[in-house]
């Protein structure tokens, strides 16, 4: 194609009209949801801005002994904003800018809890395998700029604010991680979460910057909720969802970086299933755009050599635990994605369905533990 596709609801819109329409969400995304007030100010300052700002709420069933665990997420996706060949110094404030402008609306629209996409402050450049300039990228989780940044940013808005960054590490030898930082809304680093499962396929060769993080599966307590990140990769392996939901996480964020010829199918299904399988809210983010570089890398796949990694689509989404969904953003454009949730959905959940009460992991602790032994024979009846 000639060019990408805006969104696959804009195709439906075009093409569908009526109840037919309205039939097809339901058995695409469940539930209807109900649309979130967008407040002029923000409408104004995405459009002199340039993004798309979507809005919508999950309810609960109102309950007697407690009262609505009302909170309201951000997802932010975003191209970057100067070329690769930029100095770094300018590309990591030009995008710090940015952000900076949406998570102005976020707050206007009365957000509690925004998260970023994967590495945020700089472009997706470990599909290139060069160390130099890239690494240079790196920052303290600690007391990097862009984690100062974010605090100011959390306490003038009081906003829990995940900022998934590209780590350095200066305590532990220097080594780079890949790593989402947990802001409060006090202002304070509530703590940090690594990149569980690192990809090893086609362009991304990311073991070449960094390996498995260290920090397990932590759920972070905050003023609005119990909060997990999932970075990436971690969305195709099941046991990660899995884990994060037996610390306790009421919502789970993934921020990625992925591209439509890779993964697209994939896409809309595995936060989805997470949302559904352990009981609680997912917040799947993805980099939007296509980034060029000034040298070309290989595949390994004998194909011609090439300078850039593909178009990231974007379709950022939110995911409830009944299963249903919302629409997604754009797949060409920046945008931030409001959604107003009630987390006592997860209990009611979980007591409708029973997959927490019924999954057995006594059952799979005991044949995995079996299953990594060296001497492990599978558990196959022949005649």
Not at 122 to 143: D, I, Q, V
Not at 241 to 262: D, Q
Request: a negative charge.
């Amino acid at each position: 194609m000639s060019a990408e596709i805006e969104s696959i609801e804009s195709l439906l819109e075009k093409n569908i009209k009526g109840e037919e329409l309205s039939e097809v969400r339901r058995i695409l995304y469940g539930k209807e949801l109900k649309s979130v007030h967008i407040p002029d100010k923000v409408t104004q300052l995405a459009i002199s801005k340039d993004f798309e700002v979507k809005a919508y709420a999950f309810e609960a069933t109102p309950e007697q002994l407690r009262p609505p665990g009302t909170v309201r997420v951000g997802l932010i996706q975003n191209k970057i904003v100067l070329p690769t060949d930029a100095p770094i110094k300018a590309q990591i404030e030009a995008l710090h800018q940015r952000i900076g402008d949406i998570i102005q609306a976020a707050a206007e629209c009365g957000v509690n809890i925004v998260c970023m996409q994967e590495a945020w402050t700089m472009p997706f450049a470990f599909c290139t395998r060069e160390k130099h300039p890239w690494t240079e990228f790196a920052e303290s989780a600690e007391t990097g700029p862009t984690t100062k940044l974010m605090q100011e940013l959390a306490q003038r808005y009081n906003m829990v604010i995940i900022s998934p960054i590209l780590e350095r590490d200066d305590a532990h030898g220097e080594i780079l991680a890949n790593t989402a930082v947990v802001i409060s809304n006090t202002g304070a680093v509530l703590g940090k979460s690594r990149k569980n499962h690192i990809p090893r396929t086609g362009d991304f060769n990311e073991s070449t910057y960094y390996l498995e993080g260290n920090t397990g599966h932590p759920v972070f307590q905050t003023q609005f909720g119990k909060i997990a990140i999932n970075i990436c990769y971690g969305r195709h392996h099941p046991q990660n969802w899995m884990m994060y939901g037996i610390n306790g996480a009421e919502i789970v964020f993934n921020p990625s970086a992925t591209v439509g010829s890779l993964s697209e199918p994939m896409w809309p299904i595995e936060a989805r299933n997470a949302a559904i399988a352990n009981s609680y809210f997912t917040c799947a983010i993805n980099r939007v755009g296509t980034e060029y570089f000034a040298n070309e890398f290989s595949s390994g796949d004998g194909k011609p050599a090439h300078k850039d990694f593909g178009h990231f689509y974007g379709s950022s989404y939110v995911a409830a635990p009944d299963g249903s969904r919302t629409p997604g953003l754009s797949r060409t454009r920046d945008g931030l994605l409001v959604v107003e949730m009630d987390l006592n959905l997860c209990r009611q959940v979980k007591d409708k369905w029973n997959f927490r009460m019924t999954q057995r992991l006594e059952l799979y602790a005991e044949s995995l533990t079996k299953a990594v032994r060296p001497d492990y024979q599978p558990q196959v009846i022949k005649e």
